[in-house]
């Protein structure tokens, strides 16, 4: 199975912060690198596909980057409502695994 | 609008079965793969199963394989999972969830609210 590892695993910020998110995968997954948004009590949130699409209606604040095995999402500047816990998965090959999350909180 | 309702979570003793469905709507159902994806109280997001738009092509996480059993029925626009031999460590939301861009290599692009699935003794 290829491991996903983020990191931090959680980070504190402020609001028009700008914050940088790591994902590593145990092998190379090509661009197969997906982020989703996680709010408590809600479902997942797509944000980025394939390491560097933004997801449509996802504001432009997001961005990803990389290829192979190391990815970065970005946020510019850092809005109330981007309090969450944020998660990079790879649907490179079975089973498509998700990285542990990195939560983002308020400073 | 794409919709995805997930049922079927329910309280069951370790060892027993249930059956959870995903209702879809708001797109063509029969065009897309579909997955399932849980997590635990407290815990992060697990893949757990994925099937093609067919339903000829279907894949499981290892602890789950020979347990779990994904189908769908594109006529009734329906997903649904089959658990079976439950354990304590199948207690968790089970969200369903669309693959686009790609098929088998896209993104989950819309989730279902989920279901609670919990193991008692």
């Known amino acids: 199975d290829i491991q996903m590892t983020q990191s931090p695993s959680s980070l504190s910020a402020s609001v028009g912060d700008r914050v940088t998110i790591t994902c590593r995968a145990s092998q190379s997954i090509n661009n197969y690198l997906n982020w989703y948004q996680q709010k408590p009590g809600k479902a997942p949130n797509l944000l980025i596909y394939?390491?560097?699409s933004l997801q449509s209606g996802v504001p432009s604040r997001f961005s990803g980057s990389g290829s192979g095995t190391d990815f970065t999402l970005t946020i510019s500047s850092l809005q109330p409502e981007d309090f969450a816990t944020y998660y990079c998965?790879?649907?490179?090959?079975?089973?498509?695994?998700f990285g542990q999350g990195t939560k983002v909180e308020i400073k | 609008e794409v919709q995805l309702v997930e049922s079927g979570g329910d309280m069951v003793q370790r060892g027993g079965s249930l059956r959870l469905s995903c209702a879809a709507s708001?797109?063509?159902?029969?065009?897309?793969?579909m997955t399932w994806v849980r997590q635990a109280p407290g815990k992060g997001l697990e893949w757990v199963s994925y099937?093609?738009?067919?339903?000829?092509?279907?894949y499981y996480t290892d602890s789950v394989k020979g347990r779990f059993t994904i189908s769908r029925d594109n006529a009734k626009n329906s997903l649904y999972l089959q658990i079976n031999s439950l354990r304590d460590e199948d207690t968790a939301v089970y969200y369903c969830a669309r693959k686009n861009y790609g098929d088998y290599v896209g993104p989950l692009d819309y989730w279902g609210q989920g279901t609670l699935v919990t193991a008692s003794s």
């Open positions: 099937i093609s738009s067919g339903g000829t092509t279907r």
């Open positions: 394939t390491a560097s």
């Open positions: 708001g797109f063509a159902f029969s065009s897309y793969s």
């Open positions: 998965q790879q649907s490179y090959s079975t089973p498509q695994t």
